[in-house]
């Protein structure tokens, strides 16, 4: 098992920043991938960036060269650091965390970020 704790959410301006963070225990040592997807109302779940326990990442389209997703395996956290944010940026995120080998998934709770135009 795996337990996911974010934080970081909020409200803020069109052009500002945010940093989410997410804190990951329990079974850690099983963890290949973490990342932060979002669902807007209305709409899919969508994966926002993700990276791998190599460093290896990977972002959709909308966020590149926005959004910096990090990972500190000491403290088994990882980061999504926003900037520039946009209006269409508004969802509810949510941290996952993929534990080997049998490609399992676990969700954090979820953290509202709202950003005004």
């Known amino acids: 098992q795996v337990q996911l704790v974010e934080s970081g959410g909020g409200l803020v301006q069109a052009g500002g920043s945010l940093r989410l963070s997410c804190a990951a225990s329990?079974?850690?040592?099983?963890?290949?991938?973490m990342g932060w997807y979002r669902q807007a109302p209305g709409k899919q779940r969508e994966l926002v960036a993700d990276?791998?326990?190599?460093?290896?990442?990977s972002y959709a389209d909308s966020v590149k060269g926005r959004f910096t997703i990090s990972r500190d395996n000491a403290k088994n956290t990882v980061y999504l650091q926003m900037d520039s944010l946009k209006p269409e940026d508004t969802a509810v995120y949510y941290c996952n965390a993929r534990t080997m080998p049998y490609m399992r998934d676990y969700w954090g709770q979820g953290t509202q970020v709202t950003v005004s135009s």
């Open positions: 329990g079974s850690i040592f099983r963890i290949n991938v």
């Open positions: 990276i791998t326990s190599g460093g290896i990442t």
